[in-house]
């Protein structure tokens, strides 16, 4: 399959921490598109529990094996990010109605932005959708249980 007839797709985050419920989306993501990249991005707005770097790495870690999966980080729009990957699309879960009204808002930006690139919604499994990396950090923060949560490949980076 040339290139250009590539089915990719851009999985954006921060990824403070990398949650079960991420790691389920983008397998999902897999059997749609031929190419997924996850796209570790900094958001401006939030403050980190971890650094970048180790973000970075929980994330390679994670998806090592998944042949269909690339890790890149960005900075800037997600758009803009996709144009210069080839990316036609951009996914994204969802584990509630909230979620769907907040992500929608950004996906109609988008559409205006990327000329093309659409955002496809995947729901989340019902096991993750109380699941969200602001839970988590107030876990971890808290020394709770935190492994089920989290991908094994990036419980050593945790």
Do not use: W
């Not at 389920?24 to 971890?50: M, P, Q, R, W």
């Not at 180790?54 to 999966?69: D, G, M, Y």
Request: hydrophobic content about 40%; some cysteine; glycine content about 8%.
């Amino acid at each position: 399959m040339s290139e250009m007839a590539k089915r990719k797709a851009v999985f954006p985050g921060s990824f403070d921490p990398i949650t079960m419920g991420h790691y389920s989306i983008i397998c999902k993501a897999t059997e749609l598109f031929d190419e997924v990249i996850v796209a570790l991005g900094t958001n401006s707005s939030k403050k980190y529990l971890f650094d970048e770097e180790t973000r970075l790495k929980a994330v390679q870690a994670t998806f090592q094996n998944i042949e269909k999966v690339r890790v890149e980080e960005f900075d800037g729009l997600t758009i803009d990010f996709c144009k210069a990957q080839g990316a036609q699309f951009i996914v994204r879960g969802l584990r509630s109605p909230a979620d769907f009204e907040f992500e929608r808002n950004i996906a109609l930006m988008n559409r205006v932005l990327g000329h093309g690139i659409e955002t496809v919604f995947l729901l989340s499994d019902v096991e993750h959708s109380g699941l969200s990396s602001t839970i988590l950090r107030e876990i971890i923060r808290n020394g709770g249980d935190y492994k089920q949560f989290i991908p094994q490949g990036a419980q050593s980076f945790i």
